[in-house]
Structure formats: C-alpha cells, structure tokens
C-alpha cells in the first residue's frame, strides 16, 4: 500500500521561505507523476505543481517563480521549496500521486494523498 506523508510546514513571515517534504512508502517516486496541492480556508483545493514521470514541471502561476517543485529517487521523496512566500499562500499543503498517463495539475485523478501539512504566512 503506498503511503505519503508531508512534513516541514509551519509559520512564517512573508517573504520568508519553508522547504515542504512528501515521503513514500511502499511506493516509488522514480518515473512516477506527483504533486502539491493545496487548501486554504472556505476555499477549494488548488494546484500547485506537479512534476511528471519524465521530470516534466508545471506550476500554477500564482506561484511560478517562486516555488520549485523536485523529487530525490534515493530518498523516495518529493520536495516544494517556497520562497518569497505570501499571506495568500497560507493552507494546509498535501502530496499526492497518479498512476497511467498523463500528469494533470487538478489533481483530480491523483492517489493516493497525505494527510497534509500546515502552512501560514503572516503579514
């Protein structure tokens, strides 16, 4: 059964930075598509970015330039780096993975999830 799990969320001043990390377990992340996604309070679930299974990126444009989405096949895990962070990006993070073709940043094919971490982004 392939599990994941997000860490390194937390509080932070705008503009500051957090490294997100998402380990598998009983999966692999080597050739496989992943992503973040994200939910913020009375709002729906969003993309952030997803890489594919040939390392392909794609990032939601509020982001773009900012964040960086990238996975270590030794450490089977997958990484959000988040630099000039802002209020509106503040939300609980998750991981997810697809299997079969394609890697869509909507996420709504992707499975399974974590249970997700939580980031804020004070002003």
């Known amino acids: 059964q392939v599990r994941l799990m997000e860490s390194g969320g937390g509080s932070v001043q705008a503009g500051g930075s957090l490294t997100l990390s998402c380990e598998v377990s009983?999966?692999?992340?080597?050739?496989?598509?992943m992503g973040w996604f994200r939910q913020a309070p009375g709002k729906e679930r969003e993309g952030v970015a997803v890489i594919s299974r040939n390392g392909g990126t794609k990032y939601t444009s509020s982001v773009k330039g900012r964040f960086t989405i990238s996975r270590d096949n030794a450490k089977n895990s997958l990484y959000l780096q988040m630099n000039a962070l802002k209020v509106e990006d503040t939300g609980v993070y998750y991981c997810a993975s697809k299997i079969g073709l394609g890697c869509p940043i909507d996420g709504i094919t992707f499975y399974p999830w974590g249970q997700g971490t939580q980031v804020t982004v004070s002003s």
């Open positions: 009983g999966g692999t992340v080597n050739n496989t598509c």
